[in-house]
């Protein structure tokens, strides 16, 4: 079956759904947005806690109930939310294949928002050595196993040990005492707040260097910055955090990505390198709350109107990179309009001394107060980033201590 | 016919079974299949919970000409014949193969020099298709090796297979035409007798005329429970990785190292899964269970990953595993009937196994006969047509026509594999039902791909809870 819609949305998390809510509000036309699990709203569905924002009494939300405000948000708006759909590939410019239960689909659109989000690195990307057994989970599938959503039919185990330091890992904690698991340790390889973790024990600067059992997990080996190393007797591990993009349909287009995230590359109105294709939310950065990923979603809007309207699709912007103890920046690409900078580094940094700078010349110098830490974007507003020689090589955003 | 798991096996007169196989793995599966073609009692027998759960399942899924060989060995004979056999099985029952060729890659003067041996050798084998390349043709074949490729010695032939479908499908058909398939099964006792051996099993004991001892890295163990002490098996260990799909356009053959005095090296290869793969190691351990992979060992093979393709190690790791290959201190398979105990051997079958599964049984029938065995007249095997794993062949979620008439074949339910809830259905359903969630991966890649079940773990789980073991 072959169709044509104005705005085609791959991904009904926050970003997609924030895209689709503000586009079909401003008559973009017919915006469909495309969800291959079998319900919208992304991964704040599965996190029942609060840390979502307000309701409309001032009350806390938690993931599901975001995720429902957000999905009623896009259909009010006039968006067509369609779920069990997969999109499994290009079958040309702007044209979607994809495969549902109703059977094979052609889409093509006037512009494509991809908006797929991103995964944790499981064990295998992370080359953790030692058995297969059963019991290695990542928080995301730990959380979809405990999600109140599904019957309670199979223990996730009895004792936990986390992998991570961020505050994925401290959801990750709360989840399996929540569910009766003993936590017997965080492993943590960067420097944590051991408070935050309450009873729980928090190795710091461990990683894990061997998982034992066969059949079910029976142990892991953790080894300290010293090379010290110790067993731990557990049946359960969760590795969390270290984000990846879902790029698969962006790299599929053949997209070029940015190598600090491994999402594509966009410009500050989050258009990619191909006319028509935007990307936002998670799948440019991964590891961003909901709210700044829906944030992307709306301000993306504007660049896809214009689109619509005719305008012309700007040349090429100049690379961003990082150096320094930096892990990556978006946007990966600059424009003629000054743009906010999302920055995020690889290990805690206290007041550090960050520079922008082009050709071997310094376009900006600032030292922030307060600390960063690894698993906190820090967001410079849009005079970072003017100044830009268009013609110019790479700007390279760099951090000192 | 039948599958058990669970509860006693069958007892009384009647029970008698005229060959009991001990080992599912590819090959034990693959004499269980040719044995069903003739009108006699056989089981299959495995301590595992499901079929090819050993070396079978964890190995570099190539199926061999043979052309590098030890000529005039019996796995020289049985591996060419192997290839043969299972080319044409392949293509009947739907195991994915994909005929990529290999290229044997010259990376210094010493291993150019060897390149005409192994030519030499291939021939000798009956493989007369080799061609050398110059470092000229051999980069426009393959334009991401790294730099330093010298020349290569192509070898048509050599292709990539899907290992796990192929040991189901022999177990499949044998169980389909009469076979007893008994997993779960731990042999710890024989008392040999006649006319029939008594084999003391954990779950009861089975009585059979002929014993097939197919225990790959047990098979010195199993050999001994019969009293026999002719090998030793050393398991060799073999680690890989896995590298995302997007890999796959980095490769186009099959590359083999040259062997050399420095060892065998690793070898980048295509899978049929779309995948691209790396290894493996060869260590000789005592542990035949140390089937963990170690941090010396992946980083020994990302760094000779690094010099063949470079680009590889910018792509994703999807898996990590290591199998054991049974190693006996001799270059050639054991296998040996011994007629006064009507009991063979199949021993030391490395990793050409996979390959000659094949011709390995027809020899092993031979050798039945030789020990007494008349098998009867010869008939047909049920038909078996295996769902297709292989990337390069339609898969049910690109399926039209199969959407419309079971709408659960359109609906995805591991993404990254794109798996769909119908196949997995279809499996846990199957002649032979997996004994688990890794099972099921096997039979459908199921939470196989690169988020390794972050997304669809728990409704995999679900799945299996509802239609598979779990549910029963």
Redesign the interface.
């Known amino acids: 079956m072959n169709r044509t819609v104005d705005v085609l949305v791959v991904g009904a998390g926050p970003a997609g759904l924030a895209a689709a809510t503000r586009l079909a509000a401003a008559g973009a036309g017919r915006v469909e947005v495309l969800e291959?699990?079998r319900a919208a709203g992304g991964v704040p569905r599965h996190c029942a806690r609060p840390g979502f924002g307000a309701d409309a009494l001032g009350g806390p939300l938690d993931g599901p109930a975001y995720a429902r405000r957000a999905v009623r948000a896009a259909l009010r708006a006039g968006a067509t939310v369609r779920t069990?759909v997969?999109a499994?590939g290009w079958a040309g410019p702007l044209t979607l294949d994809l495969?549902?239960?109703?059977?094979?689909e052609r889409v093509r659109a006037r512009a494509v928002v991809l908006a797929t989000g991103a995964?944790?690195?499981?064990?295998?990307?992370r080359?953790v050595?030692?058995?297969?057994p059963?019991g290695v989970?990542?928080s995301?599938?730990l959380q979809?196993?405990t999600?109140p959503s599904?019957r309670w039919?199979?223990p996730v185990g009895k004792r936990a040990v986390v992998v991570g330091g961020e505050p994925v890992a401290r959801n990750a904690v709360r989840t399996l005492r929540a569910a009766g698991v003993e936590v017997v340790a965080v492993v943590a390889e960067g420097r944590v707040r051991r408070a935050a973790f309450g009873p729980v024990p928090v190795l710091v600067g461990t990683a894990v260097?061997?998982?034992?059992g066969?059949g079910r997990l029976t142990g892991v080996t953790v080894q300290a910055g010293d090379g010290r190393t110790a067993t731990l007797r557990c049946d359960t591990v969760v590795f969390t955090g270290d984000w990846?993009p879902d790029h698969e349909l962006a790299?599929a287009y053949g997209l070029p990505l940015v190598p600090g995230t491994r999402g594509p590359a966009t410009d500050g109105a989050f258009r990619t390198a191909e006319p028509g294709v935007f990307a936002v939310g998670n799948l440019l950065h991964g590891g961003e709350p909901a709210p700044v990923a829906a944030a992307e979603g709306r301000a993306a809007a504007d660049a896809v109107l214009a689109l619509l309207d005719g305008r012309p699709w700007p040349t090429r912007g100049v690379p961003v990179e990082t150096a320094g103890p930096l892990r990556w920046v978006t946007p990966g690409l600059l424009g003629p309009v000054s743009v906010p900078l999302l920055v995020r580094p690889e290990r805690r940094l206290v007041r550090p001394l960050l520079t922008v700078g082009q050709d071997g010349v310094v376009l900006r110098r600032e030292r922030l107060d307060g600390t960063l830490a690894p698993w906190r974007s820090v967001r410079l507003p849009p005079r970072w980033s003017s100044g830009v020689d268009l013609a110019g090589g790479p700007v390279v955003v760099g951090a000192e201590e | 016919m039948s599958v058990s798991r669970t509860g006693p096996l069958p007892v009384g007169s009647g029970a008698e079974y005229d060959v009991v196989v001990v080992g599912a793995g590819v090959v034990g599966s693959a004499i269980a299949r040719t044995l069903a073609r003739h009108p006699l009692r056989v089981a299959l027998v495995d301590a595992a919970n499901d079929v090819g759960d050993g070396t079978s399942k964890a190995n570099t899924a190539i199926l061999h000409t043979g052309f590098d060989a030890t000529p005039g060995t019996l796995e020289a004979r049985l591996v060419r014949e192997g290839h043969r056999l299972l080319s044409a099985y392949a293509r009947e029952t739907g195991i994915p193969v994909e005929p990529v060729g290999a290229l044997l890659v010259a990376w210094d003067e010493q291993q150019r020099a060897a390149l005409p041996r192994l030519a030499e050798k291939a021939a000798r084998n009956g493989h007369h298709a080799t061609r050398m390349l110059t470092a000229a043709e051999l980069r426009s074949r393959e334009p991401h090796l790294g730099p330093g490729a010298l020349a290569a010695l192509e070898v048509p032939g050599e292709a990539v297979i899907c290992p796990w479908t192929t040991t189901l499908a022999y177990a499949t058909q044998a169980v389909r035409s009469g076979v007893d398939l008994h997993l779960d099964c731990r042999v710890e006792k024989v008392r040999p007798g006649d006319p029939y051996h008594r084999l003391v099993t954990r779950r009861g004991v089975l009585r059979a005329r002929h014993l097939v001892n197919a225990c790959g890295l047990h098979a010195d163990a199993f050999d001994a429970l019969v009293g026999r002490e002719d090998f030793t098996v050393t398991p060799r260990r073999g680690q890989l990785l896995v590298f995302d799909k997007f890999a796959r356009d980095l490769v186009r053959h099959i590359l083999l190292p040259v062997p050399g005095p420095l060892g065998k090296g690793v070898l980048v290869a295509p899978t049929v899964y779309g995948n691209v793969m790396l290894g493996p190691t060869a260590e000789d351990l005592t542990d035949k269970t140390a089937t963990g992979t170690t941090a010396e060992g992946l980083a020994g093979l990302r760094e000779q990953g690094g010099r063949i393709l470079p680009a590889l190690l910018d792509e994703e790791v999807t898996a990590v595993y290591a199998g054991l290959r049974a190693a006996t201190g001799q270059e050639d398979y054991r296998i040996a009937a011994h007629p006064a105990l009507r009991y063979v051997t199949v021993g030391g079958i490395r990793s050409t196994g996979l390959t000659a599964s094949l011709a390995i049984a027809e020899h092993v029938r031979g050798l039945l006969a030789d020990c007494g065995l008349d098998p009867g007249p010869e008939r047909p095997p049920a038909r078996v047509r295996m769902p297709n794993l292989g990337e390069a062949f339609p898969r049910p979620y690109r399926d039209a026509r199969l959407i419309a008439r079971d709408p659960e074949f359109g609906e995805i339910v591991c993404h990254c594999e794109r798996v769909t809830r119908g196949e997995i259905r279809a499996a846990l359903a199957s002649t032979i039902p997996p004994g688990g969630l890794d099972g099921l991966r096997r039979r459908t890649r199921a939470r196989g791909g690169r988020c390794q079940g972050n997304h669809c773990g728990a409704e995999v789980r679900a799945l299996f809870e509802e239609y598979g073991e779990g549910a029963r």
């Open positions: 291959r699990e069990g997969s499994t495969t549902a239960p109703s059977g094979l995964r944790e690195r499981p064990r295998s990307a080359l050595p030692g058995s297969r059963a989970l990542t995301g599938e979809r196993l999600a599904r039919r199979e260097a061997e998982l034992h066969r990846i790299r």
